[in-house]
């Protein structure tokens, strides 16, 4: 049985490093993850979705006639899926998707910066894509094709979790990970930094990537 491509994509002030684990986990469930390094630190979201779409293009040629390749995302990661989906031409070529720990309603650490420092946020671009206001314009769609799967954690054991008013992973508001537009949705107990790297959130990953669905 050939195994099912999957694009992998990193967040925030990482790199393709970070996916490495998952990427293990997830050749162990018969996958074969493909890695990404896009610029998710001084640019913005909107340049780094073009230069993913660019690197989906490379691979949509090596694809089998009726294969399909799935999408999962860290963090900013899976918000580079969902502009990617928002824009792209090649939705028929892609399967399902997963977001861990994304801030789909935007950031609300990204708010506070934007009020510490206006320099701040102007450096580092990426963090200034994250605020809500900005998320708002990007203009997210749901593409009726692609089901889109998100897990979000409770697990605030980082400082700044500590500024957000809501349950959080230490980075990111669980409600700002759930939306309306997902097909599934579920919690687990872990961290922003370690969710993705756990071998039940891959379990989970591939769960909604062949049913449609997180079992639990």
Request: hydrophobic share 40%; aromatic share 6%; proline share 2%.
């Amino acid at each position: 049985m050939i195994a099912k491509k999957v694009i992998l994509i990193h967040g925030y002030n990482k790199n393709q490093k970070d996916m490495i684990t998952l990427k293990e986990n997830l050749t162990k469930l018969g996958y074969n993850g493909l890695l990404v390094s896009l610029p998710l630190t001084f640019k913005r979201i909107e340049y780094c979705t073009s230069l993913f779409e660019e690197r989906v293009e490379e691979i949509i040629p090596t694809l089998d006639k009726n294969e399909k390749i799935s999408l999962v995302g860290h963090s900013t990661g899976g918000l580079i899926i969902r502009h990617f989906l928002s824009k792209t031409k090649h939705t028929a070529k892609i399967d399902r998707s997963v977001l861990i720990a994304t801030p789909n309603q935007g950031s609300q650490l990204a708010t506070i910066a934007a009020k510490l420092s206006t320099t701040f946020t102007k450096v580092f671009k990426t963090l200034d894509s994250l605020h809500p206001n900005n998320i708002k314009k990007l203009n997210l769609k749901d593409i009726s094709t692609v089901e889109v799967g998100a897990i979000a954690g409770n697990k605030s054991n980082l400082l700044l979790g500590k500024l957000l008013a809501e349950e959080n992973d230490g980075r990111v508001q669980i409600s700002s990970v759930n939306y309306y537009g997902l097909k599934d949705f579920i919690i687990l107990p872990y961290g922003h930094k370690e969710i993705h790297h756990q071998f039940r959130t891959a379990e989970l990953v591939d769960s909604f990537l062949r049913i449609g669905q997180f079992k639990r």
